[in-house]
């Protein structure tokens, strides 16, 4: 299993140009999760998913931030345009919703800077 | 909504001593409370977690304990090493598609 995969690792992007993160769940995972990680503001769950449905968004920080998942192996988080503040650590996670074990799995992450 | 506090934010210790970090939560609905270990740079990882219809789970040198009455719940880390040297979160759930609230990270350095 390869585990979450997301993409890229890195980026960096000028002010006001689109940003798109990917990432692909594990193959069976039917909830899929984005995390925004700051030093001043932790681990923020951003947006989720599940069996590819948004079921709450409320953590997404503004209009210019959106994320679609149009099918189970496949989600993407954009912003657009993207600021300096928006620079972070985007992780995906994704766990099996229903099965005793609860627990996530993230993938690498990604770093964004936005100068 | 889950709220959840952790403390300390900080923590050293000297290897072989024990480390305790302790964890309050806020929605008496809450039932599944798992801990991650984020190494620098890395992405966390699930190290240990515990059920509501459990007091205490135990895996080596790592052990959680959960009080329901007093919704706060614990990470303890015997036998410290260097390489135990990490920040770690705690989490709560409480709806069925494991939305996870994490805490706010415990930085813990262990010293040789």
């Known amino acids: 299993d390869a585990g979450v995969i997301q993409s890229p690792r890195h980026e960096v992007t000028e002010m006001g140009q689109e940003v798109t993160l990917r990432c692909k769940p594990i193959?069976?995972?039917?909830?899929l999760f984005w995390y925004r990680q700051t030093m001043m503001r932790g681990l923020e769950l951003l947006i989720y998913?599940?069996?590819?449905?948004?079921?709450?968004d409320s953590g997404m920080p503004e209009d210019r931030f959106s994320a679609k998942m149009p099918n189970a192996s496949f989600s993407t988080l954009k912003i657009q345009p993207s600021e300096p503040r928006d620079s972070a650590v985007y992780f995906c996670a994704s766990s099996f919703a229903g099965k005793g074990d609860y627990g996530y799995t993230f993938g690498s992450g990604t770093r964004l800077t936005v100068v | 909504g889950e709220n959840v506090e952790q403390h300390p934010s900080t923590l050293s210790v000297q290897e072989g001593d024990s480390a305790v970090i302790k964890c309050t939560y806020s929605d008496s609905a809450s039932n599944y409370f798992p801990w991650y270990k984020q190494e620098l740079g890395k992405r966390p990882q699930l190290i240990i977690d515990?059920?509501?219809?459990?007091g205490e789970k135990k895996d080596q040198r790592i052990a959680v304990t959960l009080n329901k009455t007093a919704k706060h719940f614990s990470l303890h880390i015997t036998e410290t090493q260097p390489e135990d040297s990490a920040v770690y979160f705690c989490?709560?759930?409480?709806?069925?598609?494991?939305?996870?609230?994490f805490g706010t990270g415990t930085r813990l350095l262990v010293s040789p």
């Open positions: 989490a709560a759930s409480s709806t069925g598609f494991q939305k996870l609230v």
């Open positions: 515990i059920r509501s219809n459990v």
């Open positions: 193959s069976g995972h039917n909830s």
């Open positions: 998913f599940n069996n590819n449905v948004p079921i709450d």
